[in-house]
C-alpha cells in the first residue's frame, strides 16, 4: 500500500521499535472495536509524546490510518477533543495529541482525493471492459471500498485488482492499453501489472493522491506456500459464485457475500503466511463475515486463519461462532495454532511495515521462507508439528536446489 504524505510542519511515523508496535496493537483494536470519538481523543491526549509518531506508523502501515481519522474528526469539536497547542510545549502531551490529530485529518483528506481519482479509474476500465464483452470480477479494495464502506476514503487501496477469464485477458490488456496503460513486468507470470507513463511514488507517509494507481489483472486466485507449484486456484470458484451486477455505475461480476468472505480470508491468510499481515484485512474479514448466514467450508485451511484471528480481534456480529463451526473443516493443527498466537506480528501482521523487496538478498529470502507456523501448517496440514517442521525444512531445501540447478543450466526460474 503506497504512502501518503504530510502536510506542512505535520510529522509522521518512521521506523519503530516492535515492543512499541506490540503494546500499539490493542490500543487500535479497542478502537475498532468501539469507535467512539471521546473515547479516541481521550487515549491520543493521555499517550506519551514520544509514543505518537510510532502510532503514525502503525497505523499508516496497517491501513487504518483514514478510518481512525474519521471517527476523530466527528469528535474534534467534543468538550473532550485536545485543544489547539500550536503556540505550546512542542514537547507536551497537549502538542502531541494536537498534532496527531491533524495528521490523520491529512491521511483523510488526501485519501479522498485519491480514492477519488480511484473511482474514476475502475470505472473508465470496466465501462470499456463492458464495450468489448469481457466479464470482469473486481477484487479486494476496488469492490469493497465502494460497497462496504460508508466513504470510500475510509478503505485505502494500493491499485486494482480485477479477475478475468484467461480467454479475455488479451482483450482486457487492450481496454487498459487504450485507456494509457502499459504492461508493467513481461515476466511476471502470477498477475500482469500494468502502470501509467511517469508514475512514480510522490510520498511514503501512507496514500498519497500522487502515488501510482496500477492496475493488476488476474486470471488465477493461487494460494500456495511455494508460489511456484502446488496450492489452490479459487478462481473457478469465485466465478461460479459471481453474479451480474453494477459498481460504480458499470457493468461488474460481483460474488456473492459468503464467496466474497473466502476469497478475502484466503488472501489475508497468504499475506500472515509471508508476515505481512494487515490489520485492515482483519476488518474487511470481519466486517464481511458478520454479513454471512454461514462460513463456506470451501478451501476452509486457507480461509481459517484470518477469519480466526479477525474474531479474536473483532468479536461481534456472532463471528466467534461462525468461526468454531468451520474449525473441524480446517484442522485441529490450525484451529489450535490460530486460538493461541498473539494477535501481533507472531500471527503474521508487518507491525513494523517492512518491505520483502527492500531487503538484502538472504533477509528477504529469510523473511520469504524461515519456518513460521503458517507456512509449516499449511505446507504440511496432515503431520504434527514435530513432523512438519523437518518435513517443511526439506521441502525449502529442495525448492532452493531445483532453482540453483535451473540458474546453472540457464532454464530462468
Same mark, same amino acid.
Given at each position: 500500500?503506497?504512502?501518503?504524505?504530510?502536510?506542512?510542519?505535520?510529522?509522521?511515523?518512521?521506523?519503530?521499535?516492535?515492543?512499541?508496535?506490540?503494546?500499539?496493537?490493542?490500543?487500535? +483494536?479497542?478502537?475498532?472495536? !468501539?469507535?467512539?470519538?471521546?473515547?479516541?481523543?481521550?487515549?491520543?491526549?493521555?499517550?506519551?509524546?514520544?509514543?505518537?509518531?510510532?502510532?503514525?506508523?502503525?497505523?499508516?502501515?496497517?491501513?487504518?490510518?483514514?478510518?481512525?481519522?474519521? =471517527?476523530?474528526?466527528?469528535?474534534?469539536?467534543?468538550?473532550?477533543?485536545?485543544?489547539?497547542? @500550536?503556540?505550546?510545549?512542542?514537547?507536551?502531551?497537549?502538542?502531541?495529541?494536537?498534532?496527531?490529530?491533524?495528521?490523520?485529518?491529512?491521511?483523510?483528506?488526501? %485519501?479522498?482525493?485519491? $480514492?477519488?481519482?480511484?473511482?474514476?479509474?475502475?470505472?473508465?476500465?470496466?465501462?470499456?471492459? =463492458?464495450?468489448?464483452?469481457?466479464?470482469?470480477?473486481?477484487?479486494?479494495?476496488?469492490?469493497?471500498?465502494?460497497?462496504?464502506?460508508?466513504?470510500? #476514503?475510509?478503505?485505502?487501496?494500493?491499485?486494482?485488482?480485477?479477475?478475468?477469464?484467461?480467454?479475455?485477458?488479451?482483450?482486457?490488456?487492450?481496454?487498459?492499453?487504450?485507456?494509457?496503460?502499459?504492461?508493467?513486468?513481461?515476466?511476471?507470470? /502470477?498477475?500482469? @501489472?500494468?502502470?501509467?507513463?511517469?508514475?512514480?511514488?510522490?510520498?511514503?507517509?501512507?496514500?498519497?493522491?500522487?502515488?501510482?494507481?496500477?492496475?493488476?489483472?488476474?486470471? !488465477?486466485?493461487?494460494? @500456495?506456500?511455494?508460489?511456484?507449484?502446488?496450492?489452490?486456484?479459487?478462481? *473457478?470458484?469465485?466465478?461460479?459464485?459471481?453474479?451480474?451486477?453494477?459498481?460504480?455505475?458499470?457493468?461488474? $461480476?460481483?460474488?456473492?457475500?459468503?464467496?466474497?468472505?473466502?476469497?478475502?480470508?484466503?488472501?489475508?491468510?497468504?499475506?500472515?503466511?509471508?508476515? @505481512?499481515?494487515?490489520?485492515?484485512?482483519? /476488518?474487511?474479514?470481519?466486517?464481511?463475515?458478520?454479513?454471512?448466514?454461514?462460513?463456506?467450508?470451501?478451501?476452509?485451511?486457507?480461509?481459517?486463519? =484470518? +477469519? #480466526?484471528?479477525?474474531?479474536?480481534?473483532?468479536?461481534?456480529?456472532?463471528?466467534?461462532?461462525?468461526?468454531?463451526?468451520?474449525? *473441524? #473443516? =480446517?484442522? #485441529?493443527?490450525?484451529?489450535?495454532?490460530?486460538? /493461541?498466537?498473539?494477535?501481533?506480528?507472531?500471527?503474521?501482521? %508487518?507491525?513494523?511495515?517492512?518491505?520483502?523487496?527492500?531487503?538484502?538478498?538472504?533477509?528477504?529470502?529469510? !523473511?520469504?521462507?524461515? *519456518? %513460521?507456523?503458517?507456512?509449516? !501448517?499449511?505446507?504440511?496440514?496432515?503431520?504434527?508439528?514435530?513432523?512438519?517442521?523437518?518435513?517443511?525444512?526439506?521441502?525449502?531445501?529442495?525448492?532452493?536446489?531445483?532453482?540453483?540447478?535451473?540458474?546453472?543450466?540457464?532454464?530462468?526460474?
Amino acid at each position: 500500500m503506497g504512502p501518503v504524505g504530510g502536510g506542512p510542519g505535520l510529522t509522521h511515523g518512521g521506523p519503530m521499535g516492535l515492543r512499541e508496535a506490540r503494546e500499539l496493537v490493542p490500543v487500535v +483494536l479497542g478502537w475498532l472495536r !468501539r469507535p467512539d470519538p471521546e473515547a479516541f481523543l481521550g487515549d491520543l491526549a493521555a499517550m506519551p509524546p514520544s509514543r505518537h509518531a510510532a502510532l503514525r506508523h502503525l497505523l499508516t502501515n496497517q491501513g487504518l490510518a483514514p478510518l481512525v481519522a474519521d =471517527a476523530v474528526a466527528e469528535g474534534s469539536g467534543a468538550a473532550g477533543a485536545p485543544a489547539d497547542a @500550536s503556540g505550546g510545549d512542542p514537547h507536551g502531551a497537549q502538542w502531541a495529541a494536537t498534532d496527531t490529530v491533524r495528521w490523520l485529518a491529512v491521511q483523510l483528506d488526501q %485519501n479522498r482525493a485519491r $480514492m477519488a481519482a480511484f473511482a474514476a479509474d475502475l470505472a473508465a476500465v470496466l465501462a470499456g471492459a =463492458a464495450a468489448a464483452g469481457i466479464p470482469v470480477v473486481p477484487l479486494k479494495g476496488g469492490l469493497l471500498a465502494f460497497t462496504r464502506y460508508r466513504e470510500p #476514503a475510509l478503505r485505502p487501496m494500493a491499485d486494482i485488482d480485477l479477475l478475468v477469464r484467461p480467454a479475455d485477458e488479451p482483450g482486457l490488456h487492450a481496454v487498459l492499453e487504450r485507456l494509457g496503460y502499459g504492461l508493467v513486468d513481461p515476466a511476471d507470470t /502470477r498477475h500482469r @501489472s500494468f502502470s501509467r507513463p511517469g508514475e512514480g511514488v510522490a510520498a511514503h507517509d501512507g496514500t498519497h493522491p500522487g502515488n501510482p494507481r496500477e492496475v493488476e489483472v488476474h486470471t !488465477r486466485l493461487l494460494r @500456495s506456500v511455494w508460489l511456484d507449484r502446488g496450492g489452490v486456484d479459487l478462481a *473457478p470458484y469465485l466465478w461460479a459464485a459471481a453474479e451480474e451486477g453494477r459498481l460504480l455505475g458499470q457493468p461488474a $461480476m460481483v460474488p456473492t457475500d459468503a464467496a466474497l468472505v473466502t476469497d478475502l480470508a484466503s488472501h489475508a491468510t497468504l499475506h500472515l503466511m509471508r508476515g @505481512s499481515g494487515m490489520l485492515l484485512h482483519w /476488518r474487511d474479514v470481519a466486517h464481511v463475515a458478520t454479513g454471512v448466514g454461514e462460513l463456506d467450508e470451501a478451501f476452509a485451511a486457507w480461509a481459517y486463519p =484470518a +477469519l #480466526a484471528l479477525a474474531a479474536r480481534a473483532l468479536p461481534g456480529g456472532g463471528l466467534p461462532a461462525k468461526v468454531e463451526r468451520l474449525a *473441524p #473443516a =480446517a484442522g #485441529a493443527g490450525l484451529a489450535a495454532l490460530a486460538a /493461541r498466537v498473539p494477535l501481533d506480528d507472531r500471527a503474521g501482521l %508487518n507491525l513494523q511495515g517492512v518491505q520483502a523487496s527492500s531487503l538484502p538478498w538472504l533477509r528477504s529470502r529469510w !523473511r520469504r521462507w524461515r *519456518p %513460521n507456523p503458517w507456512l509449516v !501448517r499449511l505446507a504440511n496440514p496432515g503431520l504434527p508439528a514435530p513432523a512438519a517442521y523437518p518435513v517443511y525444512l526439506g521441502r525449502v531445501g529442495a525448492r532452493a536446489a531445483r532453482k540453483a540447478a535451473r540458474a546453472v543450466l540457464g532454464g530462468g526460474r
